[in-house]
C-alpha cells in the first residue's frame, strides 16, 4: 500500500504541474529559492567588493614602497648630515679650545689617545680618546661629544 501510494506520488508530482506546485509550496521551496537569490545577490556584491578592496591594497602597497624608499634615503641624508656635522662642530670646538688655552693661558693642546688594557675607563679593555689635553705644569682632560 505504501508504495504504491509513493508510485502515485511520484506521478502526480511528474504529470499534474497543479499538484506539483503545491507539493513544492507546502514545502517551502518558493521562500527557499527567494532565499538563495538573496544569498547569490549578496555574494555577488561581496566579490565586487573584494576586487575593488583588492584594488586599494595594491594602491596603497605602492604608496607605501615608494614612502619607504623615500624614508631610506631621508634617514641616510641625516645620518650623512649628523655624521659630517658631529666631525666639524668637535674639530671646531678642539680648534676654538686650543686657541684659548695656547694664546690666553700659555697652555697646549693635544689630541690623546690610550689603550687601556686593565678596563680602568669603561669596565673593559678599550681605547679611550680624549679630545683635548692641555698642558701647563697641569693636565686637564676634556671628552668632547656633540649628540
Known amino acids: 500500500m505504501i508504495s504504491e501510494l509513493k508510485s502515485k506520488m511520484l506521478e ?8 506539483r506546485y503545491a507539493v513544492a509550496g507546502l514545502l517551502g521551496l518558493e521562500e527557499t529559492l527567494k532565499d538563495i537569490r ?8 561581496l566579490q ?37 656635522w658631529g666631525i666639524l662642530a668637535e674639530e671646531s ?24 688594557e686593565e678596563g680602568y675607563v669603561f669596565g673593559h679593555p678599550s681605547v679611550v680618546e680624549v679630545d683635548l689635553v692641555a698642558k701647563d705644569e697641569e693636565h686637564i682632560l676634556v671628552e668632547v661629544q656633540c649628540l
Do not use: C, N, P
Not at 502526480?12 to 499538484?19: A, P, S, Y
Open 38 to 45: 538573496i544569498l547569490q545577490e549578496q555574494v555577488a556584491s
Open 48 to 84: 565586487r567588493q573584494v576586487v575593488s578592496l583588492q584594488e586599494q591594497v595594491v594602491e596603497h602597497s605602492k604608496v607605501l614602497r615608494e614612502h619607504s624608499t623615500r624614508i631610506d634615503k631621508l634617514v641616510l641624508a641625516v645620518q650623512g648630515l649628523e655624521a659630517r
Open 12 to 19: 502526480l508530482l511528474k504529470g499534474d504541474e497543479e499538484f
Open 93 to 116: 670646538f678642539r680648534s676654538g679650545m686650543r686657541r684659548l688655552v695656547e694664546e690666553h693661558f700659555g697652555g697646549r693642546v693635544e689630541r690623546w689617545v690610550y689603550r687601556d
